[in-house]
């Protein structure tokens, strides 16, 4: 009996025609952002390689010698994250990193800009948005209907149990929302795999991981919607239905920002820069005060005496605390990002968009790990950079960006003349994404949390269906 009403199910909702329609838009916008993406990515991947190729010119260009290159040469990490572009973007996050040589300070490098020029549709919106969406206008009269028609009765009369007409309505209408993604989705792989000519499988296996995690998300709406179509009104149920909608689609992830904001405030612009100057010159003073020769020469503030080395510990070490103090400014701006992520975790959509930067690789995930591989990096860089110097005879081994500048007070170079020999390491574009294993237990809790919201809203409309009233 159970077998017959399932099937019954799916046959009255394949004939729907909000099916049919919604079937024809998923496919087309599917289709629509095939080409959008693929247009997107060969416009940035263009624009990539002239932006790397641009930097390597400039870091060969800074090194006629190594103690030109630490007064005015960048380090850079670059990693081109629009390859997954059709499937979704973050904007905010930047796409490369660079610093200067001296001290690590990295300062945000956007290569975005192409991407601005093409409508922003992708398959974050039409199954986070659209399909949840999708998932509550088809399931939020199933109940309401059987109801009105009689037939939930007569079921009911013939012996079949409540939680075998919930389960039925539930699982037809997931199947039912598969069926209406799936062609737009399979169309869309093949057609992003052929207009960029990657047919690599790991393309094919991030599509399939997207739509698998996505399920669960859909699970939830669907559970919603039974839940709505079982109202007291149910003439109201698509008043309900798009307030739900709203409230977890845009009212708590948009809020979230909000809230996050008055949590954790970030200091204005001019604060900021004002505890930079005072960082840095609280640390320069130090070394200014104790750097006075018997005859009243002070060796931080003057360039004679370079010899004792004052002048070097002096702006070294005070661009250093100034390095400090920014990365230290910064993780108030983290803070208020992480915030902003927990907060949102409260709706499916936002745990969702937290799993999608995992499995991409995209958004803060991927900012926070191109920041630690990118000082990791940076470190090894400079440490090649200085043991190369040590093994200059002529050099003085002062490691500072105005060695340049005095130099010519002394007979020996402050740094060494030499140029460096791994200059194309300061364009670095190997990023190194987590293993498989690695973002598997970091989406898990993630994951969990949508189940046990999903066990929750389940629990609910099943005490909810037991005392319905089918009259």
């Known amino acids: 009996m159970l077998k017959t009403i399932f099937w019954k199910d799916i ?22 952002c095939s080409f959008n993406g693929a247009s997107r990515e060969k416009a940035t991947d263009s624009y990539y390689q002239q932006l790397i190729s641009q930097c390597k010119q400039d870091s060969a260009d800074n090194n006629s010698s190594m103690q030109h290159l630490i007064r ?36 945000k490098y956007d290569i975005s800009y ?24 088809i399931s939020y009269d199933v109940i309401s209907n059987e109801k009105q028609n009689g037939t939930f009765r007569l079921v009911i009369v013939e012996g079949v149990t409540r939680f075998q007409v919930l389960f039925s ?27 960029t000519s990657n047919f690599s499988s790991s393309i094919l296996i991030t599509n399939v991981l997207t739509l698998l995690l996505f399920i669960p998300y859909f699970c939830f709406f669907i559970i919603l919607g039974i839940l709505i179509s079982m109202s007291r009104n149910y003439r109201n149920s698509i008043i309900i239905t798009m307030t739900v909608w709203l409230l977890f689609i845009i009212i708590i992830p948009q809020g979230a920002n909000i809230v996050a904001k008055k949590l954790l405030p970030v200091k204005s612009q001019s604060v900021y820069d004002k505890e930079l100057t005072d960082a840095k010159g609280k640390v320069y003073t130090y070394w200014r005060d104790k750097a006075f020769t018997p005859d009243g020469f002070n060796t931080v503030d003057g360039n004679m005496h370079l010899e004792n080395g004052m002048r070097v510990k002096g702006f ?39 799993m999608m930067d995992i499995l991409l690789d995209i958004g803060y995930y991927h900012f926070k790990n191109s920041l630690s591989q990118f000082e990791q990096r940076y470190n090894e860089i400079k440490q090649d950079i200085v043991s190369q110097d040590k093994a ?59 189940i046990l919201i999903n066990a929750l809203v389940w629990v609910i409309v099943y005490f909810k269906i037991i005392h319905f009233d089918v009259r």
């Not at 046959?11 to 629509?32: E, G, P, R, S």
């Not at 093949?190 to 207009?195: D, E, Q, R, S, V």
Request: charged share 15%; hydrophobic share 50%.
């Open 11 to 32: 046959t009255l909702l394949l004939k729907d025609f909000k099916f049919q329609v919604l079937l024809l838009i998923m496919f087309i916008l599917f289709v629509i």
């Open 316 to 354: 070294y070490e005070s661009n250093l605390a100034l390095s400090k103090e920014y990365n230290k400014q910064n993780e108030d701006f983290y803070r208020q990002i992480e915030m902003k992520q927990k907060i949102a975790s409260i709706s499916p959509m936002g745990l969702m968009d937290n």
């Open 72 to 107: 005015v040469g960048q380090v850079y990490f670059f990693e081109n994250i629009y390859k997954s572009a059709y499937i979704t973007v973050k904007p905010g996050f930047p796409t490369g990193l660079m610093t200067e040589l001296e001290t690590f300070r990295p300062q």
């Open 169 to 195: 309505k539930f699982l037809s209408t997931l199947i039912i929302v598969i069926l209406a993604i799936l062609p737009g989705f399979v169309i869309s792989t093949i057609l992003m795999m052929a207009l």
């Open 392 to 450: 200059d005879p002529n050099s003085m081994h002062f490691y500072y960006a105005n060695a340049e500048g005095d130099a010519g007070m002394i007979e020996k170079s402050l740094f060494s003349m030499k140029p460096y020999n791994h200059i194309n390491r300061l364009v670095m574009m190997d990023y190194r994404q987590d293993n498989a294993v690695k973002k598997f237990h970091i989406i898990l809790p993630y994951l969990l949390i949508l």
């Open 114 to 137: 192409p991407s601005k020029t093409f409508f922003r549709l992708d398959w974050a919106f039409i199954f986070g948005i659209l399909g949840s969406l999708m998932c509550l206008l």
